[in-house]
C-alpha cells in the first residue's frame, strides 16, 4: 500500500509537471535588453590619455553585445593636448558588436570646434577603428561664410576633413581658392 501510495504520488507530480513545461515552452524566447544603466559614461583612452567619451542618460545591452541609447547620445572627441576637438549629439544611439560601430539618429549633430563648423543630418555612422564618421543620408554643414548640401559624407571623426560625397547647391569660393588653381 505504501508503495502504491508513493506511486501515485509520484505520477501525479510528473502529470502536473509536464503541463507546467509545456507552458514554458510555448514561450517566445526573450530577446529584450540583459541589462539596463542609467546615466552612463565611457572613456576611451590611448596611452593612458582620454581621446573619446561617450555620454548617454540610458543604455540598454543586449545579449549579443550590442547596445542601444534610447533616450540620447553626446559623444566628445579629444585631441591629444586634451582639448575638445569635436562632438557629436543625437536622439538615439546604438552600437553594434560585431561591426565595432555606433549609428546617430535623429537631428545628428556634429559641432567642429577646430574649424568652427557644424554637420546636420538625419543619420550618421562612427568607426571607432578607422577613426571615421560616414553617412549616406542627407547633409547639411555650416562653415564660416557658408552653407554646403548634399547626400552622403565621408569625414575624420574630428570633423576636420570631409567628404560631401553628392555636392548640391552652390558655394562662394575665397581669394585663396583662386590662386592654388
Known sequence: MKHVLVLFLLLSLGIWGCDGNEEIADLPPYVGPMMEADSIETLYSDSAVVRIRVEAPKRFEYDNGNSEFPQGIYIEFYEPDGSTSSTLKADKGYYFRERDRYTAVGNVLIDGKKDHNSLHTDTLHWSP?????FTK???????KLDTLWGVGLEAKQDF???????PEGTTMLSDDDDEEQ
Open 137 to 143: 543620408a542627407r547633409v547639411m554643414i555650416t562653415e
Open 160 to 166: 576636420s576633413e570631409y567628404t560631401i560625397l553628392n
Open 129 to 133: 577603428p578607422t577613426q571615421r564618421i
